[in-house]
């Protein structure tokens, strides 16, 4: 299982990852520290502001 730090970000229009099936592999993670960000009308892509909005916890995990 995943044990590190993880962001889940789940369109609720991804026809490809459905959104229960991302709730579910969230709800499955073992990782302490994870969240799960909400995208309503986003489809299977990364909607720009999003990725703007995790860029802070994406630099700093890298840093680690």
């Known amino acids: 299982g995943i044990h590190r730090p993880v962001r889940f970000i789940v ?3 991804d026809q490809t990852c459905p ?9 499955a993670c073992a990782s302490k520290d994870k ?8 489809g299977h892509h ?6 703007l909005k995790l ?5 700093g995990a890298a840093a680690q």
């Open 11 to 13: 369109g609720f229009s």
């Open 55 to 59: 860029r802070p916890w994406l630099e």
């Open 19 to 27: 959104p229960p099936d991302v709730y579910a592999a969230f709800n």
């Open 46 to 51: 990364v909607d720009w502001n999003e990725f």
């Open 35 to 42: 969240a799960i960000v909400n995208c309503v009308g986003m």
